[in-house]
């Protein structure tokens, strides 16, 4: 028999691309604005699941909302059971895309990589480069599908695969683990269930397979989670330990009532005249729906048990509410709104020390990964946009007329805001400069470890003081700041010439650790002197 398989291959490698690209277009026209919609709106589980739900409906990708979310808990701005919320909304979100294949438009789809191409070659501007690729993706996603199907049609003719049908119509735990390993290996539960939709309609699998290889996919989903976990952060293994328990279970559920949910499939899409494909669709939305109702009234007995499963402190939920700069007080008490914004500053200041110490352990941690790094660049995309929230609250602000006194703190509050942004600029950084030495799979001596460690120790101290000193304006704390300030820089300057020697005498053996080196410690005493800056701000009337 002759099998296309690089129709097969090569229209599945197209279909799973134009997934992504097209994740990838619709998570960057959205913007950091997905993460503060995260942030603000899941104070409630119901909520959590909601935003859970539509967030990854924009970004057809559950992976991707569970790794924004696992960036909040970890930098203390969101609880597990918010998160457990997101991840119970993101089952359900999920399901969209095969619901987008059941409504076979495929032989539209050149049009659509026509137009996004267009728009990507000619656009001039960001947000239209963004849109190309969200059209263009969702064109390649069908027309990988499409020739993928046509190709997938023969398969079912197989003798090899015509058995494994069978047994899986009669033994659907084989679909189930199919399922499971099939998600697991290439990491998208659509692209599976999308295969699925379309050899069951060319007849290739009947549909109690069908419905329990989606099953499958569902367990096979979770398996991303985990690996992203190992040897992570508590926040990343607890999320994942509330996905993978969630799925489980339900998984189990939905199997042991397979052969009547199948029924009940059979019936509701019968009456609504579903195609085949379609009623793959239904059969995952329902599913992954009546789940989540299932479990929700259960969702702190389910992080309960996963914090026993797992055990360890939960970092300190930092309450960062950007509620709190409303558009009203700073015209009608312009005083009042400049401590408001004053407040935020303080918490923007709590979750830059956090990311700090988060880089210091992405330096320390010789396992960590991609997932560390990530986790970083969320809490800075926070960092961010605090200080535009901020900043625009300022502005406000200033508008106003001023006393001499709110003129200062208000010149104050800027300055302490953009110092603020700048540390989070240069733990970033950092965080690159040891990116580049894990891929090099190199490390720093012992002893350029233990220069750093002192040098982090004295910037917590100083960023500590620094606040405080905005805060109290305690002129003896300020001189003390400046003494700390000069051995910052002699530490700086003393590392430097020890990491010289250590080259000289050939301890340091890697070129890219004893290249970057030299910028981290730049980084480090430039991160000091955003303190200081504060610190002057404060009394920079004394002057």
Avoid at 410 to 438: A, C, H, P, W
């Amino acid at each position: 028999m002759n099998i296309s398989w690089d129709a097969i291959l090569g229209g599945f490698g197209l279909f799973i691309f134009g997934i992504k690209f097209m994740g990838d277009g619709l998570k960057s026209l959205a913007g950091d604005k997905l993460r503060e919609y995260i942030d603000k709106y899941t104070t409630k589980p119901i909520m959590a699941v909601l935003i859970g739900t539509v967030i990854t409906v924009i970004i057809q990708s559950s992976s991707a909302t569970t790794a924004i979310t696992i960036g909040l808990v970890r930098a203390g701005l969101m609880k597990l059971e918010q998160a457990a919320g997101i991840v119970m909304g993101a089952n359900i979100g999920t399901t969209i895309t095969a619901f987008i294949i059941g409504l076979k438009i495929e032989k539209f789809a050149l049009f659509f990589v026509c137009a996004g191409a267009l728009i990507i070659c000619f656009g001039n501007k960001k947000k239209l480069h963004y849109l190309g690729q969200v059209i263009l993706g969702f064109g390649l996603l069908f027309y990988g599908l499409r020739i993928m199907g046509d190709a997938l049609k023969t398969l079912k003719d197989l003798p090899e695969f015509v058995t494994f049908a069978h047994a899986a119509g009669e033994q659907p735990i084989l679909a189930l683990l199919a399922g499971t390993v099939m998600t697991g290996i290439i990491q998208s539960s659509s692209a599976v269930i999308g295969v699925v939709q379309k050899i069951y309609e060319a007849g290739g699998m009947s549909l109690m397979a069908s419905v329990a290889f989606v099953f499958g996919s569902n367990i096979g989903t979770t398996i991303t989670g985990i690996f992203a976990a190992i040897g992570g952060s508590l926040a990343a293994k607890r999320t994942a330990g509330v996905h993978t328990l969630f799925n489980v279970v339900g998984t189990i559920i939905g199997m042991m009532f397979l052969g009547v949910y199948v029924s009940i499939v059979v019936y509701l899409t019968g009456l609504l005249k579903l195609s085949p494909m379609m009623q793959i669709a239904f059969a995952h939305i329902i599913f992954n729906l009546v789940t989540t109702l299932l479990f929700f009234p259960f969702l702190k007995q389910m992080c309960a048990i996963v914090r026993k499963l797992i055990p360890g402190n939960e970092p300190e939920k930092l309450d960062v509410n950007i509620d709190e700069l409303n558009d009203i007080l700073p015209h009608q008490l312009p005083s009042s709104a400049l401590n408001v914004s004053k407040e935020v500053i303080l918490k923007m200041s709590h979750v830059v020390e956090r990311n700090v110490k988060e880089s210091q352990k992405y330096l320390m941690n010789h396992k960590a990964g991609a997932e560390d790094k990530e986790n970083i660049l969320q809490a800075e995309g926070i960092i961010n946009g605090l200080d535009h929230k901020i900043v625009d609250y300022l502005l406000l602000i200033s508008k106003e007329e001023l006393n001499e006194s709110d003129f200062q703190e208000y010149s104050l509050n800027l300055q302490v805001v953009k110092n603020l942004e700048r540390i989070g600029d240069l733990t970033v950084n950092l965080s690159e400069f040891y990116e580049m030495v894990k891929e090099d799979k190199s490390n720093f001596t012992k002893e350029a470890v233990e220069e750093l460690k002192a040098m982090y120790e004295l910037f917590y101290h100083m960023l500590n003081s620094t606040m405080e000193i905005y805060t109290t304006k305690d002129y003896a704390k300020f001189e003390a700041l400046l003494e700390d300030e000069n051995y910052m820089d002699l530490l700086e300057y003393e590392s430097r010439q020890r990491h010289f020697e250590r080259m000289r005498d050939g301890k340091c053996s890697s070129m890219i650790s004893g290249s970057v080196y030299c910028d981290i410690l730049s980084n480090m005493e430039r991160m000091a002197d955003h303190c200081c800056n504060i610190a002057k701000a404060v009394f920079a009337d004394k002057k």
